[in-house]
């Protein structure tokens, strides 16, 4: 059964950095794309950044956030520089295919999720 795995969460002050993992087991996810995705408290789930022959970001952490994959290990990363107060949520790692066209940033556009990494960024 395929499985997302998230780790490298945690508590940051802001300025600082994180790098978020996500592991993927259970089928080869190279020909996958591959998103993350985030949920502050009461809000709903919104897009962070994907990556499938491209890369896509959210207006709201481009320019500060990376994402990455490396096929030969099943991970996907995302990098966290400059993080602000506003970026404290739980991330969550997700798959889906690879050509969804103008749809990548829903969450229908992802079969598979992980169980997410709380992130939290004090001021």
């Known amino acids: 059964q395929a499985q997302l795995l998230e780790s490298g969460g945690g508590s940051v002050q802001a300025g600082g950095s994180l790098r978020l993992s996500c592991a993927a087991s259970g089928r080869t996810f190279s020909s996958f794309a591959m998103g993350w995705f985030r949920q502050a408290p009461g809000k709903e789930r919104e897009f962070v950044a994907r990556?499938?022959?491209?890369?896509r970001y959210a207006d709201s952490v481009k320019g500060r956030f990376t994402i990455s994959r490396d096929n030969a290990r099943n991970t996907v990363f995302l990098q966290m520089n400059s993080l602000k107060p506003e970026d404290t949520a739980i991330y969550y790692c997700?798959?889906?295919?690879?050509?969804?066209?103008?749809?990548?940033?829903?969450?229908?556009?992802?079969?598979?999720w992980g169980q997410g990494t709380q992130v939290t960024v004090s001021s």
């Open positions: 990556i499938s022959d491209t890369t």
């Open positions: 997700a798959a889906g295919p690879m050509y969804v066209g103008s749809t990548y940033y829903t969450r229908e556009a992802y079969a598979y």
